[in-house]
C-alpha cells in the first residue's frame, strides 16, 4: 500500500493500517453524486474537515476522509470493499409463494462471509445512531414490515392475504414492490442489521446558490470583527460594489446560513474574544469530597456597591477581604477597608486562623493582585511578581507558617468558591437600610436617588457583613460534597476526625510581624522604620554590612523591634523617643547615658588586652608588626562564613507561658566554647 504522499492519488481510495480512509475527488464525487469539481470547490472552502493534499507522481491532488460522506453513501463504500463472487443460484420465487432460497426464520438469504465481519456492523449502526430521529422511525417501521412480512408466509399466507394485512396495520400505500424493495435491501444479512440497512435515501436539498469566493471572503472579512457589526449592513455594502466587481451574491437569509455553518468557537473568538472563547469550553468538574478539612483556604477582594462614612467622615466604597475553607466552604474570617492592601490579608488571615483554634492550612489559593502577592504575606515565594526569589529576601507570614500559595486566575469561579459567595453581600446591599447609597454595579446601574451624601454609617454596614456571614455559614449547601449540609454543619462533622496544624500564640504573633530589611547607619548603627528610628548600644559594635532585617508590629512601632542578621536573631531594638526642643533634662540625661556607652567601650577593650597578656606572657597584642623573618600569608578572596548551629531564641515579648529551652545547658556551652575557639585561629 502506498502511502498518501507517494503515487498518483487521482481515483484511488488510501487506507492506512488502523486508519479512516481517505478517498480521492474522483471517489469522493462517485459516491457522493455530485460533480468532481464541485467536490474540489467543497474543499477549498474547507467544508470537509480533515480534507488535505497530497502530492504524488500523476501531480496534486485532493484526499477526503470516507466520515465526510453522506451516512447512505458510507454504507455503499463499506459495501464495495467487501463484495465477493455471488454463487448462481435458482431466481427467488414470487413473493405470496415459497421462497426456496429463504431461511425459514428470518426470510433472507444466506450472508456473505465478507458481511458479517464486526468493523462492518459497527459502521452501519454508527450510520444508525448519527441518523435523524425521523429517518431512524422510517428505518423501523420498515423492518417491522419485513418481520410481519416473513412471519405471515412462514404461517402459509397467501400473497393477497399478506399485503391486506399489511396495509391494515401499516400504511394503505404498500405494494408488492415496496416489499420486494425492501428485501432486496436486507438480502443476505442478519435482522440484527435490518433499521441501519433500511434507513431512507432522502437527501434534502443538496443545491446551493452560486456564490462569489471573493464576495464571501469579503463578507466574512467585514463581519468576524470585536465591534460585532450587523449582517444587514454588511450585505447591503456588498451588493453596492458587487456590480463593479463582477460578483454574484445569493439572498441575505443564505448568506446568514453560510455563516452559521462556520465553527462557532471561531465566530465567538473573532466576534467577541478570548474571554468569551473560553467560556464555550466546558469547566471542569471537581471533587469536594477528596480534601481534608483545612487542607485549602481561598482568599479574594470583594469591592461592595454601596458607599458608607467613617468616624473621620471619609466617604468610600468599603473593600471586604475574607478567607473561605475549601472543604465546608465555611467563610472564617474578613476583614473591611478603603482599600485592598497587604495588610488587609494579613489581618483578614490573621482572624480565620484564630477563628479556627490557630488551624494553619496547607495551601491557600489566591488571585496574583498586589496585595496577596506583597512581600509582606508571600516574601520567598515565585509569582508573576516575583519570578527569582532573591538568598537573602525576607519570608512572608504565609511562607513563615509553610503556607503554599497557589495563583488562580482573577474573576474567575470555578478554582475559587469564594468567588459566586459574594452575591450575598450584592444583595445585602440592596435592601433598605442601604437606599440611597447603593451605587450599582456598573455606571449604567446607578439608581436615581443616589448619591454620596447619603452615605451610610461604616457600623451599620460592618453589622449586616457580619449576620450575611453567619446566614451564609448556617444555611443549606447544594454543592459538591456538602449534601444540603450547611457549611458550620459539615466543617464541625469533619473536625472531629480530621488531622489539623496547629500553631501556638507565640509563632503566630511573630509571624505576623511585618518584615523589613534595613541598612544601619554607618556612624552610629541606627535604623528607620516607616519614619521611626530604633537603636541600642549593641547596634553599634555591628558591622555594617548588608543583611540586616527586622520584624514588627505595623500597628503599634513604638514597641522594640526585632532584629535579624541573614535570617539569625540578634537581639532587640527600641525606638528612639523624641524629646522636646528645649528639654535641657533630656539632653542631660541623654548625654550620661552616652558618657556611659563610651566608658563601657574603653573598659572592654582594656580588660580584653589584659586577658591575652596575662595569658599569653610572651605575646602582646600592642606588637602586632608582622616578624621580618616570618612572612605574611595571602588573604582568601571568597571567605566562608562560620554560622552556629543555634535556633533562633524567640523575641521575649512573643512568649506568654513558660516553654522548655530549646538545648540544654551543657550543650550550649559546648557550642559556645567552640565559637570561641575558631575566633582564638
Not at 12 to 27: C, F, I, K, Q, W
Request: hydrophobic letters at 35%.
Amino acid at each position: 500500500m502506498q502511502e498518501p504522499s507517494k503515487g498518483r492519488t487521482q481515483g484511488r481510495t488510501l487506507v492506512a493500517p488502523g486508519a479512516e480512509p481517505l478517498l480521492s475527488a474522483t471517489d469522493f464525487a462517485r459516491y457522493a453524486g455530485i460533480t468532481t469539481k464541485s467536490v474540489r470547490k467543497n474543499c477549498r472552502e474547507a467544508r470537509y474537515p480533515g480534507c488535505h493534499k497530497a502530492t504524488g507522481n500523476g501531480g496534486e491532488g485532493w484526499l477526503i476522509p470516507l466520515s465526510c460522506l453522506p451516512p447512505l453513501a458510507q454504507i455503499e463504500f463499506h459495501k464495495s470493499q467487501h463484495k465477493k463472487p455471488r454463487p448462481e443460484k435458482a431466481r427467488p420465487g414470487r413473493i405470496g409463494g415459497r421462497d426456496k432460497g429463504l431461511s425459514s426464520e428470518t426470510g433472507a438469504h444466506p450472508a456473505p462471509s465478507g458481511f458479517n465481519d464486526q468493523a462492518y456492523k459497527d459502521a452501519l449502526w454508527d450510520i444508525y445512531l448519527k441518523a435523524a430521529k425521523g429517518h431512524k422511525e422510517e428505518a423501523n417501521r420498515r423492518a417491522e414490515i419485513l418481520h410481519e412480512h416473513n412471519r405471515l408466509a412462514g404461517n402459509g399466507a397467501l400473497q393477497s392475504a399478506i399485503l391486506d394485512a399489511l396495509r391494515d396495520r401499516f400504511d394503505k400505500g404498500i405494494t408488492r414492490a415496496t416489499v420486494w424493495r425492501y428485501r432486496d435491501k436486507v438480502k443476505g444479512q442478519d435482522a440484527s442489521l435490518w433499521p441501519p440497512l433500511l434507513l431512507p435515501e432522502w437527501k434534502g436539498k443538496t443545491h446551493r446558490a452560486e456564490f462569489t469566493d471573493e464576495a464571501w471572503e469579503y463578507i466574512k472579512d467585514q463581519y468576524l470583527i470585536q465591534s460585532e457589526p450587523p449582517l444587514t449592513r454588511i450585505y447591503e455594502r456588498a451588493q453596492k460594489i458587487a456590480p463593479e466587481k463582477g460578483w454574484i451574491i445569493p439572498s441575505i437569509d443564505t448568506v446568514n446560513a453560510r455563516l452559521k455553518e462556520l465553527d462557532h468557537g471561531f465566530v465567538v473568538w473573532k466576534r467577541k474574544g478570548d474571554k468569551a472563547l473560553s467560556q464555550t469550553y466546558a469547566c471542569q468538574e471537581r471533587d469536594y469530597s477528596v480534601l481534608a478539612l483545612h487542607e485549602i483556604w481561598c482568599s479574594d477582594g470583594h469591592k461592595a456597591d454601596v458607599f458608607v462614612k467613617n468616624k473621620a467622615g471619609d466617604v468610600f466604597r468599603p473593600i471586604v477581604v475574607a478567607w473561605m475553607e475549601l472543604r465546608s466552604r465555611r467563610v472564617l474570617g474578613w476583614m473591611v477597608g478603603q482599600s485592598e492592601t497587604a495588610h488587609m490579608v494579613r489581618g483578614a488571615l490573621h482572624k480565620s486562623i484564630v477563628s479556627c483554634g490557630n488551624a494553619i492550612p496547607r495551601i491557600a489559593q489566591m488571585d496574583n493582585g498586589r496585595a496577596y502577592a506583597s512581600k509582606e504575606n508571600t516574601g520567598g515565594a515565585s509569582n508573576r511578581y516575583r519570578f527569582k526569589v532573591k538568598e537573602n529576601e525576607i519570608p512572608g507570614t504565609m511562607t513563615l507558617l509553610g503556607i503554599e500559595s497557589q495563583w488562580v486566575t482573577p474573576g474567575y469561579g470555578q478554582p475559587k468558591p469564594i468567588e459566586p459567595f459574594w452575591r450575598n453581600v450584592t444583595a445585602m446591599v440592596k435592601t433598605k437600610e442601604f437606599e440611597g447609597a447603593y451605587c450599582g454595579n456598573r455606571p449604567d446601574a446607578k439608581p436615581e436617588n443616589f448619591s454620596e451624601k447619603n452615605a451610610v454609617p461604616l457600623h451599620l454596614f460592618l453589622r449586616r457583613l457580619e449576620e450575611t456571614f453567619a446566614d451564609y455559614n448556617a444555611r443549606g449547601h447544594r454543592g459538591n460534597g456538602m449534601h444540603g449540609k450547611s457549611p458550620d454543619q459539615v466543617y464541625e462533622s469533619l473536625l472531629q476526625t480530621a488531622v489539623i496544624r496547629q500553631a501556638t500564640e507565640a509563632q503566630l504573633k511573630f509571624c505576623f510581624l511585618a518584615g523589613e530589611s534595613v541598612s544601619l547607619d554607618p556612624n552610629n548603627g541606627s535604623f528607620k522604620i516607616l519614619g521611626n528610628r530604633y537603636w541600642s548600644e549593641a547596634c553599634s559594635g555591628l558591622s555594617r554590612m548588608k543583611g540586616y532585617s527586622v520584624r514588627y508590629d505595623p500597628d503599634n512601632l513604638g514597641l522594640p523591634v526585632s532584629l535579624f542578621f541573614n535570617d539569625r536573631f540578634l537581639f532587640e531594638v527600641p525606638a528612639i523617643e523624641r524629646t522636646g526642643f528645649n528639654n535641657k533634662e533630656a539632653g542631660r540625661d541623654h548625654a550620661r547615658r552616652k558618657s556611659a556607652y563610651k566608658k563601657s567601650v574603653k573598659q572592654l577593650d582594656q580588660a580584653t588586652r589584659e586577658l591575652w597578656e596575662a595569658e599569653n606572657s610572651d605575646f602582646s597584642l600592642a606588637d602586632d608588626a608582622p616578624d621580618p623573618a616570618t612572612p605574611t600569608m595571602p588573604k582568601p578572596k571568597i571567605a566562608e562564613p562560620v554560622r552556629l548551629p543555634l535556633q533562633m531564641p524567640p523575641a521575649a515579648n512573643l512568649i506568654e507561658e513558660e516553654e522548655a529551652p530549646l538545648i540544654g545547658q551543657d550543650e550550649f556551652e559546648e557550642l559556645l566554647a567552640k565559637q570561641f575557639s575558631q575566633q582564638g585561629r
